[in-house]
């Protein structure tokens, strides 16, 4: 079955500077990820839209200068939280659809804390 | 804005018992799907029924959907403490594209 691999599951960075998360997937190709933030006990916000080889569609309220995304190539695409601050601790998670079966592939998650 | 709300937003039961949670939407859908969140990890895709089924099972877990009331419900039978998590139900809202939007889920709690 389909295989999605995050990276890294949890990382701590100091205000001011920015991170970097991956999404692959490992067993197929895909053209279009997304990437969803969850606060404790909430449920999981759609944050963009990752298409291979143009831009991102991000959600209303979602700063694109802020979550840059960039999917390079059919099996991997990354978030980048740039200029980080203490209000961006959260978890993030990536998906990718299970094509024709329907339902989606979800990433372990990366949980952000920023100090 | 939220498609699909689950309820209870919070259910403890005793092993062996069984679980039932449900979950409304608002707007026409592709398929409806549930997902099982461990604390602190990612989502496992547990089933997917789509808009022209009633039913479906997959082992312990048996699910409905009405689309005549935008409801699903999820049944987990003979529970164990292992399926303590988070549920969260996810639709595919008949409007074209990819879009999936999630519910704020149950937090399911089996003691052993």
């Known amino acids: 079955g389909a295989v999605v691999s995050q990276h890294p599951s949890w990382v701590i960075c100091k205000s001011g500077t920015s991170v970097k998360i991956e999404c692959r997937s490992l067993d197929f190709q895909a053209t279009t990820m997304f990437w969803y933030r969850q606060f404790p006990k909430q449920s999981l916000m759609l944050m963009a839209t990752?298409?291979?080889?143009?831009?991102?569609?991000?959600e209303q309220g979602v700063e694109k200068d802020k979550f840059l995304i960039n999917h390079a190539s059919l099996t991997l695409s990354t978030l980048t939280v740039t200029s980080a601050h203490p209000e961006d601790s959260s978890f993030y998670i990536c998906s990718v659809p299970k094509s024709q079966r329907g339902g989606y592939t979800f990433g372990s998650g990366t949980r952000l804390t920023v100090v | 804005s939220q498609q699909g709300e689950e309820d209870p937003q919070a259910l403890s039961i005793q092993e062996g018992e069984n679980a039932t949670m449900n979950c409304s939407y608002k707007t026409s859908i592709n398929n409806l799907q549930w997902y099982r969140q461990n604390s602190g990890r990612g989502l496992v895709h547990l089933i997917l029924?789509?808009?022209?089924?009633r039913e479906k099972h997959s082992g312990r877990l048996r699910v409905t959907l009405d689309t005549s009331k935008k409801s699903s419900s999820l049944l987990i039978t003979a529970s164990r403490a292992a399926d303590t998590a988070s549920y969260f139900c996810a639709t595919d809202p008949n409007t074209g594209g990819f879009k999936t939007i999630f519910g704020a889920g149950t937090r399911l709690f089996v003691k052993a």
């Open positions: 029924i789509r808009s022209n089924e």
């Open positions: 990752s298409n291979e080889g143009s831009k991102a569609t991000y």
